[in-house]
């Protein structure tokens, strides 16, 4: 089991910056690969980015790509998402995600992530 806590949400202008940090409960955060996914009022959760165990290797959806960064460090069981260039269309609640599955490669499948934080909200205003 898991504990996933989101942190880092708020207001900021349109081309701005925010870093979300999500702390794990456990030994075992490192045996996890960490996704991150955002819902707008209004419509579906959607994968925003995802790292593997190590932090080698990510993923990202086209609408944020060159703009926000994944990034982890096991020994403060944290997962990060830098996020820059901030657009009033980024303005969601931002969940973080634990997938055991570590031998399958990083996913954007939603479903294939086993636990979940309470989410943080990203405000973007124009």
């Known amino acids: 089991q898991v504990q996933l806590v989101e942190s880092g949400g708020g207001l900021v202008q349109a081309g701005g910056s925010l870093r979300l940090s999500c702390v794990a409960s456990?030994?075992?955060?490192?045996?996890?690969?960490m996704g991150w996914f955002r819902q707008a009022p209004g419509k579906e959760r959607e994968f925003v980015s995802a790292i593997n165990l190590s932090g080698s290797s990510t993923a990202y959806a086209d609408s944020v790509k060159g703009r926000f960064t994944i990034s982890r460090d096991n020994a403060k069981n944290t997962v990060y998402l830098q996020m820059t260039s901030l657009k009033p269309e980024d303005t969601a609640v931002y969940y973080c995600?634990?997938?055991?599955?570590?031998?399958?490669?990083?996913?954007?499948?939603?479903?294939?992530?086993?636990?979940w934080g309470q989410g943080t909200q990203v405000t973007v205003s124009s």
């Open positions: 456990g030994r075992t955060f490192s045996a996890y690969k």
């Open positions: 995600a634990a997938d055991r599955e570590f031998r399958l490669p990083l996913t954007a499948r939603e479903s294939r992530y086993d636990f």
